[in-house]
């Protein structure tokens, strides 16, 4: 008979199968006990966008993260008992994930609030360190991992997919009014947001994305060195999400960042057959124990 705990992690994990499908199949190679964890990492992300991309005035969206805010202190306490903290509980509990890293994503969805342009990539850095690297470093804390250089892969690998989702998204951003590439570098290769709302593809634009796409690239590059560090049977998870939002960065450029007339993404037979080659390649170094 399925407990308590146990409920609240299937809830986490539907609310992961609706809504992340990338994220969720890339969780499947996870030995149990991580999967669950990632799930309700991934519902407490979730719920913090949800409060900040619905349709609520902004004082009531602050109530909300005011409210998530004392709901985390209070899971941390054993006081709140809603299926999504408490399974967050269990699972920060469980792998020693620290509540402050929790509360800085949650800083970085308010930051979302009000920041709708970045100065330059400095401020863009902050930003992504607390919506996507601090994911990552709450992420290895489940993987397992004994090198602390890990950590500094997992915030490289972090920034590459929030890079790459800034990349693909300029159109929808743009439409939400707000820009994530950094102004300074617009102005420098000549690419106005007048022409940013008309959808201009244009020499400065492609240079401006293919310098943004560079950036990303370099991310993941360093952060490959990240696999080795984490145990081996959660490594098939990362260089899933690592290979598939990649492969996304070099469509975006193969289409010569024509990201205005569609949104470029991979396939779902695309990614069942990256999770297949990268679960099936990571079963010998199981059994061998490494």
Known sequence: MATELDLAYAHCQRIAKQNARSFYYASLPLPQDKRRAIYAVYAYCRLCDD??????????????????RRNLQLSSTA???APMYLALRHAAETFGIPYSYLDEILQGVEMDMVKTRFADFDELREYCYKVASVVG???????????SNAEEYAVDMGLALQLTNILRDVKEDKERCRVYIPQDEMRR?????????RGAITDGFRALMAHQAQRAQ?????????????AADARACPQLMH??????????????YDVFSQRIGLSGGAKLMLLARLWLSSLPRLSKGG
């Open 137 to 147: 470093l709450v992420c290895i804390r489940i993987f397992g991992y004994t090198d």
């Open 79 to 81: 006081g709140e008992d």
């Open 243 to 256: 290979a598939t939002y990649n492969g996304i960065l070099r469509r975006i450029e193969r289409a010569d």
């Open 218 to 230: 370099e991310c993941y590059d360093r952060s490959r060195a990240l696999f080795p560090l984490i």
């Open 189 to 197: 290769f000549g690419y106005t947001e007048a022409e940013l709302e």
């Open 51 to 68: 409060i900040a991309d619905g349709d609520l005035p902004i004082d009531e969206k602050y109530l909300g993260f005011a409210e998530v």
